[in-house]
T-cell receptor, first 111, second 114 residues
Framework: GESVGLHLPTLSVQEGDNSIINCAYSNSASDYFIWYKQESGKGPQFIIDIRSNMDKRQGQRVTVLLNKTVKHLSLQIAATQPGDSAVYFCAENGAGNMLTFGGGTRLMVKP | NAGVMQNPRHLVRRRGQEARLRCSPMKGHSHVYWYRQLPEEGLKFMVYLQKENIIDESGMPKERFSAEFPKEGPSILRIQQVVRGDSAAYFC????????????FGSGTRLTVV
């Protein structure tokens, strides 16, 4: 089964608000995590990554938080814009030779 | 520096035909991964290749599916005798040094079996 899962399949937010997308992982040996954004009809696009020796990493309008104690990952998007509407996936380098992806959360931004 | 190039973008095949999906990784990337995505679902790993070698094919169906990454040319995902259940988006990703670095994905090939 999947070792990475998401709590909410759909998240609807008002334009300008902050968004938080959550992800749980089960493989405590994972030491690298990535968030991807996928727009309709396109391939996944890298947003931000974090290694297990950190608990927070910031990019432009995005922040990833890692809580290794409870095996939880979150993506925060500040001042959400209509262009942020997409499906967001978390991924981990758990078991095997590949990244394992979660099921995805659809973010819908209301104008 | 072009990204990961996949072609064709859309492919329609009748049941029983063969489908060939191509992927050219980013320049300098020697690790190639193929993933399959069904509508409204996540990405499922299929196969991991380096030049002339299949490293991990644990996600590949046992029959009809094969992949290669020759010394010269793109990586090829081949599906023989396609069935309707093969209809999906197939994404290729490349990485410079394997799974501990971010993947760059192509735009995918959308396969429709009629």
């Amino acid at each position: 089964g999947e070792s990475v899962g998401l709590h909410l399949p759909t998240l609807s937010v008002q334009e300008g608000d902050n968004s938080i997308i959550n992800c749980a992982y089960s493989n405590s040996a994972s030491d690298y995590f990535i968030w991807y954004k996928q727009e309709s009809g396109k391939g996944p696009q890298f947003i931000i990554d974090i290694r297990s020796n950190m608990d927070k990493r910031q990019g432009q309008r995005v922040t990833v938080l890692l809580n290794k104690t409870v095996k939880h990952l979150s993506l925060q998007i500040a001042a959400t814009q209509p262009g942020d509407s997409a499906v967001y996936f978390c991924a981990e380098n758990g078991a095997g030779n590949m990244l394992t992806f979660g099921g995805g959360t659809r973010l819908m931004v209301k104008p | 520096n072009a990204g990961v190039m996949q072609n064709p973008r859309h492919l329609v095949r009748r049941r029983g035909q063969e489908a060939r999906l191509r992927c050219s990784p980013m320049k300098g990337h020697s690790h190639v991964y193929w993933y399959r995505q069904l509508p409204e679902e996540g990405l499922k790993f299929m196969v991991y290749l380096q030049k002339e070698n299949i490293i991990d094919e644990s996600g590949m169906p046992k029959e009809r599916f094969s992949a290669e990454f020759p010394k010269e040319g793109p990586s090829i995902l081949r599906i023989q005798q396609v069935v309707r259940g093969d209809s999906a988006a197939y994404f290729c990703a490349s990485s410079p040094m394997g799974r501990d670095y971010g993947y760059t994905f192509g735009s995918g090939t959308r396969l429709t079996v009629v």
